[in-house]
């Protein structure tokens, strides 16, 4: 009896050791945008508990998460990542601040919206905007990430940590596409590409979208290529609900999306549902929250889970075999750059932006040329791909570049509750060859600004690279005309109307990737039509000074700005110097004190240093920005005072202080200084005040008698201005509240609502 039992409990041994290693483990991770971060806190629990994950299938941010994993990625690194600042940049699709190319950054101007004709066989074909989120920077971190694991695992998706499969969807045959070899990057890349959000995937000429929409749980893709014994399934998602007839989203998302099924039938496994409500798609502001959400609802099921399954895995086990995965991984350089997609002549053009002496180019450098060329305004994409090189331990890669259209349309402008409503439209026209050659021409059109502005311009790819540039500029401002406001009784402001028009030519080139040098040589009219008393009637006619000018100019300028409008990260620096010379020529009006026209030459030089800095004080939540101009100028008085003010340098550093005419910010020489607290809500929603101190070393005085100009003999005092604005920054602008203050007797405060962009062409008298 005591040996049948005995050999009956080796049997039973036998069986269950046998059954457990057996056992394989599949984890099945959906789709979900940021919710999807529950899944780390999902595999945190299984690691903890000694659940083994013998295999992982994944769409979406299922797929980034599971291909991270199964490149060695501890759910900590993981967490690190989603918290990093290169991740918030890369899904925002930000350029790096120590990449931004500046000196191919075209002057910042209102538009809005842009589309693009292209020329195909001598046909136009309009092409509109796709996506909203510039996808440069995923596309190389993609790279950067994935590459030295994948080439490790001889593109062997089987090979990896852990057996893994990615899921994208080609919305041509309507089917979903199962990655298992190939690029790593490329396939999760294609898996989280969610329509009209970022730019899809091409794989053999055909474009590839989000996982999601075919397959958003793919526990049915793990059955069919591994077929493991358990299959945990960690869902974040839900199908579309039924849209009425007004949800326009909804509607669509119907239609483009096929209902998942979401339950792993109990015969397979256990589904874990860890989605989290009141997240948005792309909104990873609480990477540990969600995780930790994930986490909890794990354990929730762990007894569960650990009823069915009766294989565990030794932690230090795991941790060695992540470790003999992730040890002598190679070093992202490449013994090879190949460009395709161009003609010879424009490949060079990207070759000598590419050109390195050494014979491998290791990837920060690399990174650096990368996105100086996506600054590029010919260049629409220059898709990276690397493939390991065994006889040259290195990596070839190939970049697969395409060009911009040749014909870009630009709409744009700003609504306001004030006048300062106005319309925008541009069009540029690229050529590029050897060398490239941009056109651009653009028109703003409102009561208090309008504006006409051609362009042409040719950069040329050298050692040092450089670009000359001509253009042709005319500028109005209604000061008189262009100021109402809604919220508050109105005012009669002085008639003050500014034109400008000047021809010029400039060329540059660049100190750093963020800064640059520019020369500029000026000749024009500027024209001011005023009055020398407030107190004019209808059949008063304003006095005109028209200045007939050349002017020559050197700057140094560095701007890494986020934002063209209410800019909450960067640095702006500027340092100018400029000598100008020409005619005045003054035609009395009906209210002037002289009857003849008279005739001035003038000559100056002017210095200018301005600095606009932002500086985080706690990450995402709080910034301080701080604002310095110093101007100094030996410019003469011109014959009156009123055309003395208007064509001296002046003091505005709000949006709201550019459309305004207070005579107490002209100065000749002057200090300013500004301090910005800004209270960020969201990442693109946030509180922002401005206060200003503006300190004139010789106010401009006016004769009361003479209506000349003179210095005061003390020093003068100073003048405060100030502004507080919400701010909403929208993939088509800025939408802003903002309450103003100067210090004006007739009228202090004004509350403007604006959505779009305050900006100008740049003026005659730059200073």
Not at 82 to 101: R, T
Not at 311 to 336: M, W
Not at 734 to 750: D, H, Q, R
Request: charged residues 20%; neutral net charge; aromatic residues 18%.
């Amino acid at each position: 009896m005591a040996y049948f039992m005995r050999k009956l409990f080796i049997i039973y041994l036998f069986f269950w050791g046998g059954l457990l290693q057996a056992q394989q483990v599949g984890l099945v991770l959906s789709g979900g945008g940021a919710k999807g971060l529950a899944h780390i806190g999902v595999i945190k629990a299984l690691e903890e508990n000694g659940i083994p994950i013998d295999y992982i299938t994944g769409s979406s941010i299922g797929s980034i998460i599971g291909g991270l994993y199964a490149c060695g990625y501890t759910p900590d690194q993981m967490v690190e990542i989603f918290q990093s600042d290169e991740f918030y940049i890369w899904s925002k699709g930000i350029i790096p601040e120590k990449y931004i190319y500046y000196y191919k950054k075209p002057c910042p101007d209102a538009s809005m919206f842009t589309f693009s004709i292209d020329f195909e066989e001598g046909l136009p074909k309009t092409r509109f905007p796709s996506y909203l989120i510039p996808t440069h920077q995923m596309d190389i971190a993609f790279m950067q990430i994935f590459s030295p694991s994948i080439a490790k695992a001889n593109y062997n998706f089987d090979s990896l940590m852990v057996p893994f499969r990615a899921v994208a969807s080609d919305i041509y045959k309507k089917k979903s596409v199962i990655f298992k070899s190939g690029d790593l990057g490329t396939a999760i890349r294609a898996s989280m590409t969610f329509p009209f959000y970022f730019r899809p995937i091409m794989v053999d000429s055909i474009p590839l979208f989000d996982g999601g929409i075919f397959n958003n749980f793919p526990w049915d893709v793990m059955v069919e290529e591994f077929n493991p014994d358990f299959i945990i399934g960690s869902n974040v998602s839900q199908n579309p609900s039924r849209p009425d007839e007004l949800s326009v989203i909804l509607q669509l998302e119907n239609m483009i999306v096929t209902k998942t099924d979401f339950d792993i039938p109990d015969s397979l496994g256990v589904t874990i549902n860890t989605r989290v409500d009141n997240i948005s798609l792309l909104q990873f502001t609480d990477v540990e929250g969600v995780a930790n959400y994930g986490y909890l609802k794990t354990i929730e099921k762990m007894d569960t889970i650990k009823q069915l399954l009766a294989r565990r895995t030794n932690f230090a086990e795991l941790s060695q075999k992540r470790k003999d995965f992730v040890y002598n991984q190679l070093d992202l350089n490449f013994c090879s750059i190949k460009v395709k997609g161009l003609k010879e002549s424009q490949a060079k053009y990207a070759y000598n932006i590419f050109k390195n002496k050494k014979n491998t180019t290791e990837y920060y450098d690399f990174e650096k040329k990368y996105f100086k060329i996506i600054a590029d305004k010919y260049i629409d994409r220059i898709y990276p791909n690397a493939l390991f090189n065994k006889e040259k331990n290195a990596f070839d890669l190939t970049l697969d570049a395409s060009l911009k259209p040749d014909l870009n349309i630009h709409l744009g402008g700003n609504i306001s509750s004030s006048s300062l409503n106005q319309g925008f439209f541009g069009i540029d026209y690229r050529f590029l060859q050897k060398y490239a050659t941009f056109f651009s021409a653009n028109t703003y059109f409102g009561r208090f600004y309008s504006s006409a502005k051609f362009v042409v311009r040719q950069d040329y790819s050298l050692p040092l690279p450089f670009f000359l540039q001509l253009g042709g500029y005319f500028n109005r401002y209604d000061y008189y005309g262009g100021n109402t406001d809604p919220f508050f009784e109105d005012y009669k402001p002085p008639y003050l109307i500014n034109k400008d028009s000047f021809f010029e030519a400039q060329s540059g080139f660049p100190v750093s990737s963020s800064s640059m040098i520019r020369l500029t040589y000026k000749f024009g009219l500027k024209e001011n039509e005023y009055y020398q008393v407030s107190n004019f009637n209808r059949d008063d006619y304003p006095d005109k000074t028209y200045f007939n000018f050349q002017s020559f100019g050197l700057s140094y300028e560095r701007n890494t700005l986020n934002f063209k409008n209410f800019p909450t990260r960067g640095q702006y620096q500027k340092f100018r110097i400029g000598y100008i010379n020409g005619v005045e020529t003054h035609k009395p009006g009906s209210t002037s004190a002289t009857f003849f026209d008279d005739k001035n030459n003038h000559s100056w030089y002017v210095a200018k240093f301005l600095i606009h800095n932002y500086y985080p004080i706690i990450k995402r939540k709080i910034s301080l920005g701080w604002y310095f101009d110093a101007t100094y100028s030996n410019q003469p008085f011109f014959i009156n005072y009123s055309s003395s003010i208007l064509n001296s340098p002046s003091f505005k550093p709000t949006q709201h202080s550019q459309t305004l005419f207070v005579s107490d910010f002209y100065s000749h020489k002057y200090i300013g200084v500004g301090l910005m607290p800004i209270f960020e809500f969201t990442n693109d929603f946030s509180l922002r005040t401005e206060a200003y101190l503006f300190q004139p070393l010789n106010s401009i005085l006016k004769d009361p008698n003479e209506y000349t100009a003179y210095y005061s003999s003390d020093l003068p005092k100073y003048y405060l201005l100030a502004s507080t604005s919400l701010v909403y920054q929208t993939p088509l602008g800025p939408v802003s509240l903002s309450v103003n203050y100067y210090p004006k007797e007739n009228k202090s405060f004004y509350v403007i609502f604006n959505f779009g962009y305050i900006l100008f062409n740049r003026s005659s008298l730059d200073y």
